[in-house]
Structures are given as structure tokens and as C-alpha cells.
């Protein structure tokens, strides 16, 4: 009986302090739960990262020009106004006017060069305007930015125009500026009102504007002089006539 009160105290203490280690090591698990977390976290981003990397490079595989792979590093602010930073200036070779594609499709064009990056005006910028044609029939037309990233609109386009939703928008390669053939995006809707000669006309983009962190910049292919050209043709020419006939 004279020992229970410091018994009683030595079992508190333990109890005391048992609860004390398991806060600790509990906190412990919590610290390694968040740091286990973050690393989580960035091998899903270096994932994520690596598959859009992928469809770039088969992309690039498919293009019959040369590029160059860019990595956007800024974002112009400005209301209506979609324009980008890339990584590379004119110490890549990179010059005013360059076509820029993502994974998807047609992205913008360069707009202004610097000596280690340049800026991209994308195609939904208000300022911006291109070239196409409908895929399936060849209507040509023009798509201009309407300051949305999910909107484009053909402009100047007869009700009597064959148009229809879900046609594919392509760059048709008239002024020289962008290579034909390029996607650019779907025809969303067709709305055509009574008072209006001109249907309304919007498109989707095929381009991640507000996702794409590699793009492509196309270089123009290099155009043959007429020596070249006159050698392939006699060179093809010469290779169709039998021997005997020759």
C-alpha cells in the first residue's frame, strides 16, 4: 500500500510518455506522407511531361519540313490577347513570320525575335488571321481570332457555301505564310440568318493554346533552283525510257 502511489505515478509517466512518442512519430508520418506526396506528385508531372514530349516527336516525325522544339517560358498579359514566349531566338536560327505547330495542330507564328527567345502570336488572337480551307471540298476562306482560346470564326463566307459542322479546317498554303495542309481545327457550328448574305461561321481549335508546353517551329523548306529542277526532271525522264527505245 505504501509503494501504490508511486506505482501509480510510474504507469501515468509511461502512459505520458507513450503518448508523447506517438505524436511524434505520427507528426514523423505525416512529414514523410507530404514529402512522399510531392514526389508523387512531380513524376506524374514528368509523366504527363514525357507522353506530350512523345506526340511532339511523332509530330515532328510526320512533318516534311525541318523544325525546331521549342518550350514556352512566358505568357504575354493583355486582355483579347493570346501571345506566348518560347526558348528560342535567332542564336537557333528562329525569323519573324515562322509557322508554330503543337502535337495537335496549327499553334500561331513568330512574331518577334530575340537573341534567346521569341514571341508566338497564337491563331485566336484578335490580330490574327489565316488562310484556309475546308478539307473535304476545298472551300477556301479566311479564320480570324476572336479572343477566346476555344473560338475561331470564318470570315466573309456566302450562306450558299458548303459548310457544315465537323469539317475539318486546314491551312491552305495562299500568301505564302503558313504550309499547306496543316490542321487548324473543326467546324463547331453554321448559323445562317435571314437578313445576313454571310453565314456565321465558328471553328474549334485542334491546338492545346492554353495547354501546350512544346511547340514546333517550322523552318520553310528550301526551294530548288531551276538547274536543280531541270536535272531531277531529266533524271526521271531518262529513267522511264526503256534502253531499246532510247
Do not use: C, W
Amino acid at each position: 500500500m505504501a509503494e501504490t502511489p508511486y506505482l501509480f505515478g510510474d504507469s501515468v509517466g509511461e502512459v505520458v510518455a507513450s503518448r508523447e512518442n506517438l505524436r511524434e512519430h505520427n507528426a514523423l508520418l505525416e512529414r514523410r506522407v507530404l514529402e512522399l506526396s510531392q514526389v508523387s506528385q512531380q513524376f506524374l508531372s514528368l509523366r504527363q511531361e514525357n507522353a506530350r514530349l512523345r506526340e511532339l516527336l511523332g509530330s515532328r516525325a510526320r512533318l516534311p519540313t525541318e523544325v525546331l522544339i521549342a518550350e514556352l517560358v512566358g505568357v504575354v498579359p493583355g486582355v483579347n490577347t493570346h501571345q506566348v514566349i518560347v526558348d528560342k531566338g535567332r542564336d537557333a536560327g528562329v525569323s519573324v513570320g515562322q509557322a508554330v505547330i503543337d502535337a495537335q495542330g496549327l499553334f500561331g507564328q513568330i512574331v518577334e525575335v530575340g537573341q534567346f527567345t521569341s514571341r508566338v502570336l497564337q491563331i485566336t488572337d484578335v490580330s490574327h488571321a489565316l488562310p484556309v480551307q475546308i478539307n473535304r471540298n476545298g472551300v477556301r476562306s479566311v479564320a480570324g481570332g476572336t479572343g477566346r482560346r476555344d473560338a475561331l470564326e470564318l470570315e466573309n463566307v456566302p450562306v450558299t457555301a458548303d459548310i457544315r459542322a465537323g469539317d475539318l479546317v486546314e491551312t491552305s498554303g495562299l500568301a505564302g505564310r503558313f504550309p499547306v495542309g496543316y490542321p487548324v481545327g473543326y467546324v463547331a457550328s453554321v448559323i445562317i440568318e435571314d437578313t445576313s448574305a454571310y453565314a456565321r461561321i465558328t471553328v474549334r481549335p485542334t491546338a492545346f493554346l492554353d495547354r501546350s508546353r512544346h511547340v514546333l517551329v517550322l523552318f520553310a523548306q528550301p526551294e530548288l533552283e531551276p538547274e536543280e529542277l531541270s536535272d531531277e526532271a531529266g533524271d526521271s525522264t531518262d529513267s522511264e525510257i526503256p534502253e531499246e527505245d532510247a
